[in-house]
């Protein structure tokens, strides 16, 4: 049974943080939270990973004395029914990464994964060389958000789906559709930790050196997905600073509504 510990009534005496998905075995979100407290001097302050086996066992954790959640795959968009308030960003995605506690039994959504996503592919990819249309891999609460800073950015997309909801499927793929679209963004699961041996199936010898492929796992650094991309003379990257940069916003979040 998932159990959290009892709620507080001082609300500004919250200092507990914490990660919510599952599996939580390829995150490295507790390290790095961890590591922030400690060089900032928050010694009182804890960063715990809450594995949750299906959504509805978050309820329990927001009744707990825990400030502030991080999101992970896949509750990006299932737990929005359970919290008071959307960022308006987070609603116009549809989905969040970031949870605050606004009150003693009340919760905001917000979403910095879009602005991480557009921050980095701006800082990667020169202005002049920004590619017109991409193709996003997916169509979870990870590419919610990678569509919406791409549409921030003027740029557009078509999604591949195995499901058939998006733009293509992964069988529709062929030469003609991957020369029209020169930035390929991975947002599923695929090749993350411990399932480094997949990867999604796109005809990787379509690729170029014209084609810009990021890959939203971090861990491991080089998946097969950005390997297979790199032999085909893409350029690539990976997803830790994209990791880095959301956390960071997080916190900032966080301390908005925090005491400290």
């Avoid at 599996?23 to 990973?49: I, V």
């Avoid at 920004?130 to 557009?156: D, E």
């Amino acid at each position: 049974m998932f159990h959290v510990p009892s709620l507080k009534n001082d609300v500004s005496s919250f200092m507990k943080y914490g990660l919510i998905g599952y599996p939580l075995g390829h995150s490295f979100s507790q390290a790095w939270f961890t590591d922030k407290f400690r060089d900032l001097g928050l010694l009182d302050f804890s960063y715990t990973n809450f594995p949750l086996p299906q959504i509805e066992d978050v309820s329990v954790l927001l009744r707990s004395d825990v400030a502030g959640l991080n999101v992970t795959i896949p509750y990006k968009r299932s737990v929005i029914p359970y919290l008071n308030e959307l960022d308006s960003v987070a609603w116009n995605i549809g989905a969040v990464n970031t949870l605050v506690r606004t009150g003693q039994f009340s919760w905001k959504g917000y979403n910095t994964d879009a602005l991480a996503f557009r921050q980095t592919l701006k800082s990667w990819i020169p202005p002049a060389q920004m590619p017109a249309r991409a193709l996003i891999l997916g169509s979870g609460g990870a590419s919610c958000a990678v569509q919406y800073a791409l549409r921030s950015i003027g740029v557009k997309f078509a999604i591949v789906s195995r499901s058939g909801q998006g733009h293509y499927t992964y069988e529709d793929l062929n030469d003609e559709v991957m020369a029209q679209h020169h930035l390929v963004v991975q947002s599923t699961p695929l090749g993350m930790y411990p399932h480094e041996e997949t990867f999604p199936a796109i005809p990787y010898t379509s690729l170029t050196q014209n084609h810009w492929v990021y890959d939203l796992v971090y861990n491991p650094a080089n998946t097969l997905f950005l390997s297979r991309s790199h032999q085909q003379g893409a350029r690539i990257k990976g997803g830790i600073e994209m990791l880095q940069v959301q956390a960071d916003l997080a916190w900032e979040i966080w301390k908005m509504y925090g005491k400290f």
